[in-house]
Nanobody, 123 residues
Framework: QVQLVESGGGLVQAGDSLRLSCAASGRTFSYYAMGWFRQAPGKEREFVAA???????GYADSVKGRFTISRDNTKNTVYLQMNSLKSEDTAVYYCVRAKGGAYRDYVGFWDYWGQGTQVTVSS
């Protein structure tokens, strides 16, 4: 069973930065695409960013240019650097692992989910 443990969430002001981390259990981290989703109160869960096994990345239009996803295969960890945060970025952020090396931007594609970490941006 794969476990994904997120950290780094918190309360910040608009314009600030945060870095989320997600540590994954298991020995084959480098074989899988990783990603981040988020869910705001009263809204559906939405794709934020993903990175495949070649470190190619993809982003939602709403975060493009502000967020950066990266991975460190030596630490079994994926990161989400979030800059220029806005109040609309407030949500629970979930780390996800794909079934293989590629990624897609829909919820059903992803195999494992973390428990989530709260990010709150005050305006």
């Amino acid at each position: 069973q794969v476990q994904l443990v997120e950290s780094g969430g918190g309360l910040v002001q608009a314009g600030d930065s945060l870095r989320l981390s997600c540590a994954a259990s298991g020995r084959t981290f480098s074989y899988y695409a990783m990603g981040w989703f988020r869910q705001a109160p009263g809204k559906e869960r939405e794709f934020v960013a993903a990175i495949n096994t070649y470190s190619d990345t993809g982003y939602a239009d709403s975060v493009k240019g502000r967020f950066t996803i990266s991975r460190d295969n030596t630490k079994n960890t994926v990161y989400l650097q979030m800059n220029s945060l806005k109040s609309e970025d407030t949500a629970v952020y979930y780390c996800v692992r794909a079934k293989g090396g590629a990624y897609r931007d829909y919820v059903g594609f992803w195999d494992y989910w973390g428990q989530g970490t709260q990010v709150t941006v005050s305006s």
